[in-house]
C-alpha cells in the first residue's frame, strides 16, 4: 500500500510540474491550461498525451 501510494503521489506532483511548467513557457502567447483537479487528474493518468488532448479540446471547442 505504501508504494502505490507514494507512486499515485508522484504521478500527481509531476502532472502539475508538467502543467506549471507549459503555463509559464506559453504565458507569452497567451496560452494557458488551467490548473484544477481534472487536468492535474487527466495529465496524471494520460500523461503527456492526456496533456496534449486537454489543450486540443479546450481551444478547439
Known amino acids: 500500500m505504501k508504494i502505490k501510494l507514494g507512486t499515485i503521489l508522484r504521478?500527481?506532483?509531476f502532472a502539475f510540474g508538467i502543467i506549471y511548467g507549459i503555463n509559464t513557457m506559453l504565458q507569452s502567447v497567451n496560452v494557458y491550461l488551467p490548473i484544477?483537479?481534472?487536468t492535474i487528474?487527466?495529465?496524471a493518468l494520460l500523461g503527456v498525451p492526456g496533456l496534449l488532448?486537454?489543450?486540443a479540446v479546450f481551444y478547439i471547442i
Open 36 to 38: 484544477n483537479l481534472i
Open 11 to 13: 504521478k500527481i506532483v
Open 53 to 55: 488532448s486537454l489543450f
Open 41 to 43: 487528474s487527466t495529465t
